[in-house]
């Protein structure tokens, strides 16, 4: 089946993202709601590298809505190709603590300040509806207090690739709790599920909620999950915090297995002259084989129904399947108005030299550099960065050498 009530047409979410924005600028100003703002941004870039989420040689314009309990966001993205986007577009109603919405989300889930295994800004985002709710305090049942301040996040979305299996789902759930004073821990999983020769109807949509996925007409579900961490320690105004992510690409008694990890440490310098922060980040997506041979090289972010991807990128970590990074990145605030930032980054691509990897076609190491510039002042803002990249990545046409990238953004 390749329609049913849980189908969605996302076609439609465009035009509608534009009626609500016509609808919503005409609302009273009533209390506690803010007129409708204008923002206009361009971006320019010499070619294309791999550390740059940037479309290219772009511009665009950014419209605003909040009132007591709606908020609306229009980003219109004209690319070079002569396209419109509405990436970063949404339309959500809140009530108490809870948030429900639809739009095209960037998603970054996990404890990391760069990336995420399971669901990271790497890929363009999906047209998506969703339900969020959080709380800032403990609990006031006594069975759950021990959980702390706590959120829960439940979205479904329509993917879209170019593999053989065209427009999947993507079900995506995560719990974050917050247990004791400056440790926090989550619980993730993504179900890929639906799509061209799959069921799209409700006892699929539940077996893709509770895990349901290896036997029968659900079978073809691609499921991944896990966990993450973050602790903190405050010295002062200086803090420092080490985190984790540990994401299964497949199941094994109903627990994750197959294990890809991140682990990373945050430096924040709040007492210095210039105040800084310092991250070190490891990333590790490469697979061994287990005893029933279910894991191996190649096993993250693929499936034999469905490709862990959206417009054909990782939804998780940039070096995609088979690879490891470790990134030294930095930010240092020279002025009120004046931020660099700077990163370096050493890549191992198709350490097992797959055939058809989305990235690079043979075994590849790379160090890439970025240097950047970030000013602000009133309603202007000013970016700038340079990258440096010393092997090409052929798969994705970055070469090798140098890249600039200028943004300007402008709010009315």
């Not at 941004?41 to 009132?67: M, P």
């Not at 627990?255 to 945050?266: A, Q």
């Not at 990782?314 to 990163?343: E, F, H, Q, V």
Request: net charge positive; glycine share 6%; proline share 3%.
């Amino acid at each position: 089946m390749s329609h049913s009530f849980f189908t969605l047409n996302y076609r439609k979410l465009n035009l509608f993202f534009v009626i609500c924005i016509i609808l919503i600028s005409f609302i009273p100003q009533i209390a506690r709601s803010k007129p409708l703002n204008y923002t206009s941004w361009l971006n320019l870039e010499t070619k294309k590298s791999f550390l740059s989420n940037n479309l290219g040689n772009t511009s665009g314009l950014i419209f605003k809505k909040n009132t007591d309990n709606i908020d609306v966001k229009i980003n219109l993205t004209y690319t070079k190709d002569r396209n419109l986007l509405y990436d970063d577009s949404f339309l959500e109603t809140r009530f108490k603590s809870n948030t429900f919405g639809i739009g095209k989300i960037s998603r970054n889930w996990s404890f990391s300040p760069i990336t995420s295994l399971i669901l990271s800004k790497n890929a363009r985002p999906s047209d998506s509806v969703y339900f969020i709710t959080e709380t800032k305090e403990n609990p006031d049942n006594r069975l759950f207090s021990w959980l702390g301040p706590s959120s829960f996040e439940l979205f479904n979305s329509k993917l879209t690739n170019h593999a053989k299996n065209q427009d999947p789902m993507l079900l995506g759930i995560r719990a974050v709790i917050n247990p004791f004073n400056n440790f926090k821990f989550e619980l993730v999983k993504t179900s890929q599920w639906g799509g061209t020769g799959h069921e799209s109807n409700i006892p699929s949509f539940l077996n893709a909620v509770y895990g349901n996925s290896n036997e029968n007409k659900n079978s073809a579900i691609n499921q991944m999950a896990g966990f993450g961490f973050s602790f903190e320690n405050n010295r002062r105004k200086n803090s420092s915090r080490i985190y984790g992510q540990l994401i299964g690409e497949d199941e094994a008694g109903g627990f994750p297995s197959c294990f890809m990890n991140l682990f990373g440490s945050e430096f924040i310098f709040s007492e210095n002259k210039l105040p800084t922060t310092i991250v070190i980040e490891y990333v590790d997506t490469r697979i061994g084989y287990s005893s029933n041979l279910n894991c191996g090289p190649g096993t993250s972010y693929n499936n034999w129904v469905y490709k862990y991807t959206n417009y054909d990128v990782s939804l998780g970590a940039p070096i995609d399947t088979d690879g490891k990074s470790i990134s030294l990145w930095g930010k240092t605030k020279l002025t009120k108005n004046t931020d660099i930032i700077y990163r370096l980054q050493k890549n191992l691509i198709n350490d097992n030299n797959m055939t058809g990897h989305r990235l690079s076609s043979t075994r590849t190491k790379t160090i890439i550099s970025e240097l950047g510039i970030s000013w602000k002042l009133n309603k202007t803002i000013v970016k700038s960065n340079i990258i440096y990249q010393d092997h090409n990545i052929d798969q994705i046409n970055t070469p090798r050498g140098m890249s600039i990238n200028f943004k300007t953004q402008y709010s009315f």
